[in-house]
């Protein structure tokens, strides 16, 4: 009972190796998913397998580990504030933001560009899976000053 006052009472920061753990498997769940998803994902795009073999610049991978980046240290600096102090309470705060604020988001722009539902649901799909894993990895993995 003495340490939960005392964790109550210590100040939660930003976790710097959770973050990278957690930028780490950003990028490694995107990979898995469109390893799974890409014959469908290419067809609902209307890409060919020549456009997507011409496709090798490396600048949407780093643009991804930067957005990674600040995404992961942005929740875990809103997890300090909340405070989410639990790997349950991590998870579903980090399925709520991914839901709410990009599927949802994604799923409408795509409605305007008029493109099917399934493709939306395949390009948010692994964000939403992402913001939930990172949410139990700063949910559990927490840092007191």
């Excluded at 790997?87 to 994604?106: A, C, P």
């Excluded at 008029?114 to 390009?123: A, G, Q």
Aim: net charge positive.
């Amino acid at each position: 009972m003495a340490e939960q006052i005392l964790c109550f009472m210590r100040k939660q920061s930003v976790n710097l190796w959770a973050v990278l753990v957690c930028v780490v498997i950003s990028q490694i769940v995107p990979a898995l998913w469109y390893g799974a998803f890409s014959e469908t994902w290419i067809a609902l795009n209307g890409f060919t397998m020549d456009q997507i073999k011409a496709a090798n610049s490396p600048t949407p991978y780093l643009a991804s580990i930067v957005s990674s980046s600040f995404t992961a240290y942005t929740i875990a600096w809103i997890f300090t504030k909340i405070p989410v102090k639990s790997v349950i309470t991590g998870f579903l705060t980090g399925l709520l933001f991914g839901v709410v604020f990009v599927l949802f988001e994604i799923i409408v722009k795509d409605m305007f560009s008029l493109r099917p539902l399934m493709l939306s649901l395949i390009d948010g799909g692994p964000r939403v899976l992402v913001y939930s894993i990172t949410g139990a990895i700063l949910g559990i993995w927490r840092k007191y000053e």
